[in-house]
């Protein structure tokens, strides 16, 4: 399998991964019949992130989430480029 293979498989697997944790947080927020909902994202213009969400938690996890996802893109570009 080459290098192209391999990261077209890792974000499809990413992207599977999401939609699996999105329906299991659905369906644990249906069996308790109750729940607050809190959103964020941030979004790059450039090395430069806009963090926004609906409370400081919200944010804060969005931005580390960022910095996680920024991480394994780097990650991910030195493993495409052969470094």
Do not use: C, Y
């Not at 974000?11 to 909902?37: D, P």
């Not at 430069?48 to 991480?71: E, N």
Request: charged share 10%; net charge negative.
């Amino acid at each position: 399998m080459d290098k192209g293979s391999a990261l077209i498989l890792g974000g499809m697997g990413l992207i599977l991964v999401g939609f699996i944790l999105i329906f299991i947080g659905t369906l644990l927020l249906a069996a308790h019949g109750e729940g607050e909902v809190e959103g964020g994202g941030v979004i790059m213009i450039g090395p430069i992130p806009i963090v926004f969400g609906t409370s400081r938690g919200a944010a804060t996890f969005a931005m580390i989430l960022a910095l996680i996802l920024m991480g394994a893109w780097i990650i991910l570009s030195l493993i495409a480029r052969g470094d």
